[in-house]
């Protein structure tokens, strides 16, 4: 199913051009894309007249610009005389890296020089573009087996004197052409049937489409998974005897053709390519996301609307997309918040992660984009709090930035994000299905490590406590803003601790250390060993704070007498990790209420100045 998603996916790429550029989107078959740092100008006698950089502005820094070029296949190793002197050549058809296509490499930073000659893979591409191009009357082809002859890596100084050029991936070009050899029609032409005849692999039935095709030995690289190695990765691979059954070898234990093999990788490297705004980072996860609709400017739309409410490109953005979100939170139907975006719209979304030389998939999602925004709409509904913890919707991101330890001065750092959660979490959100409880333990061992109690901490322990409830897994239902008559014991407690630690700081000002610095960890799990003396130097605070403040001190004691009386004759030994989440959740919103009250005051001060 997935991959025959991807394959139809690919056709519609091909069929659309790319609107910046109104170049394709993705190559035919038999090419790939690949960065291509250099341009090599040779002669019509075969001589390097030039080189040139082929690079790309993004922002501040260039780049290798992406071209579509024969295709490429991976090479593991390296290639040896052995290899050689048994005609197996390791090289790619007008173009490769420069120590097959020049015969030069990187060499390490104690040379002399900037660059070695590596003999071998340089006659292997010689060797190899020599027999397939030995019957060509093309003049620009021709030129290139003439430069063939000629070149020899110790001409490098003499012709190039260009050092940034080794190491990179460079193509030809003809003296007075615009295009690159590759893109002549002759040499197009040439591929193609070299492919064709290069079909040695054993006929079978494709599990993807069905038909009775060659079957793909090895499936092309999938490349740019965050994580994953820089030559790509596989989802299918069989390497090893204990992969395989039945006697088959490598891809004949998953039959796929190789045409819907090339298209399904072709796709996933356009999706991965994050230029292409296709692609989420979530965690060690990448997110790739499309959407499948009659016309394209729909699916276009979709994509676009969907990627503007999981992960916002900007603050203006966010501001815009925020009034969406909280209708959608709110239950209205996506036909009415957005006309233009058809519900019915078919949505697809992959998670990968990278597994050694293998691409994992972390979760596959097929849905309508009604139901998917109906999910999103649930999430920020589990989230929400009164008051809003957050001036525009968090991203998942921005979610799982909270999981991390907290430092104070110091950005917070992805790579500390609990792999494991990333993936679970971003799954629940796009398909309903209830949090991981392991959020909610992580969330609340953060808080008891760095004593850091942020907004965005205690919604995310609200949404699973909500969603469990939504689900009927558990009884309680976590108040969305202050409710003192909410009668559960922990919830209390934690009003109860805002309630303390109020009485606290107005007693003591700029205290070094205050009660929720020492004593929130022990009070949110083990209430008895803590509680009653806290409760005890609460109120010699008290006596305290009413020599300067009585009418104050008379509504903070009012406060703590009514929780009290709210909670049993002995405090609770110990509470369970979802009572943990309540009592975050209570002293939250108690908290809340003394700073909205503040600033009430200060407005009332203000008005009276005035």
Request: hydrophobic letters at 35%; charged letters at 25%.
């Amino acid at each position: 199913m997935m991959f025959s998603a991807l394959n139809h996916y690919y056709d519609r790429l091909a069929e659309r051009p790319n609107p910046d550029s109104g170049q394709p989107n993705v190559p035919v078959f038999g090419f790939t894309e690949e960065n291509i740092g250099y341009v090599v100008v040779i002669s019509s006698e075969g001589d390097v007249v030039d080189s040139y950089p082929l690079t790309e502005q993004i922002g501040n820094k260039s780049r290798p610009r992406p071209l579509f070029v024969p295709a490429s296949f991976k090479r593991s190793g390296q290639y040896t005389e052995k290899s050689f002197e048994s005609g197996k050549d390791n090289a790619f058809f007008l173009w490769d890296k420069t120590a097959y296509s020049l015969g030069i490499d990187k060499s390490d930073k104690s040379a002399k020089h900037a660059w070695v000659e590596v003999k071998l893979p340089f006659m292997s591409f010689r060797r190899f573009n020599q027999k397939q191009l030995a019957d060509t009357d093309d003049e620009g082809l021709q030129a290139f087996l003439a430069f063939l002859g000629k070149c020899q890596p110790v001409f490098f100084d003499r012709d190039l004197r260009n050092p940034e050029i080794v190491g990179t991936n460079i193509v030809f070009q003809l003296d007075g052409d615009r295009g690159f050899l590759h893109e002549r029609k002759a040499a197009k032409e040439l591929w193609v049937k070299l492919l064709s005849e290069s079909e040695t692999g054993e006929k079978g039935r494709c599990l993807v489409t069905g038909n009775w095709d060659a079957i793909a030995r090895l499936h092309p690289a999938i490349k740019r998974v965050y994580g994953g190695q820089r030559s790509g990765g596989s989802i299918v691979s069989f390497n090893a005897d204990s992969f395989e059954s039945y006697s088959k070898v490598q891809g004949n234990n998953a039959p796929v053709s190789e045409l819907a093999a090339f298209k399904y990788t072709t796709a996933l490297n356009f999706l991965l390519n994050r230029d292409n705004r296709h692609c989420l980072t979530v965690g060690d996860a990448s997110t790739v996301f499309w959407a499948v609709a009659a016309d394209g400017d729909q699916a276009h739309q979709t994509e676009q609307l969907f990627m503007q409410i999981v992960q916002p490109s900007d603050e203006g953005e966010s501001a815009q997309i925020r009034p969406l979100v909280e209708q959608l939170s709110q239950g209205r139907p996506l036909a009415e918040i957005s006309p233009d975006i058809d519900p019915s719209t078919r949505f697809y979304l992959l998670g990968l992660a990278p597994n050694a030389s293998r691409i994992s998939i972390r979760f596959w999602l097929d849905s309508s984009f009604g139901e998917l925004a109906q999910r999103i709409g649930e999430h920020f509904k589990d989230l929400a709090l009164a008051p809003l913890p957050w001036k525009r919707p968090p991203s998942i991101y921005r979610l799982l930035i909270q999981l991390v330890p907290h430092r104070s001065g110091q950005k917070p750092k992805a790579d500390e994000i609990p792999a494991h959660l990333a993936g679970e979490l971003m799954r629940s959100v796009l398909t309903g299905a209830r949090y991981p409880q392991a959020l909610l333990s992580q969330l609340l061992l953060r808080i008891r490590c760095d004593g850091h109690i942020s907004l965005l901490r205690v919604a995310m322990i609200k949404a699973v406590l909500q969603r469990d409830y939504r689900k009927n897994i558990v009884k309680e239902k976590p108040p969305m803003s202050l409710d003192e008559n909410f009668s559960n014991d922990a919830y209390q407690l934690g009003r109860l601790f805002a309630v303390l630690e109020r009485i606290q700081s107005t007693a003591i000002k700029d205290a070094n250390v205050t009660i929720t610095d020492r004593y929130f960890s022990s009070a949110s799990t083990v209430p008895y060993s803590v509680f009653p003396r806290l409760v005890a130097g609460g109120k010699h605070h008290l006596s305290k704070i009413r020599k300067t403040i009585p009418g104050f001190a008379f509504n903070l004691d009012k406060d703590l007498t009514e929780i009290v009386g709210k909670l049993p004759q002995s405090f609770p030994k110990h509470l369970s990790i979802q009572d943990q989440g309540r009592f975050a959740i209570g002293y939250y919103q108690q908290r809340e209420t003394f700073f909205a009250s503040n600033s009430e005051t200060a407005e009332s001060n203000s008005g009276d100045n005035n």
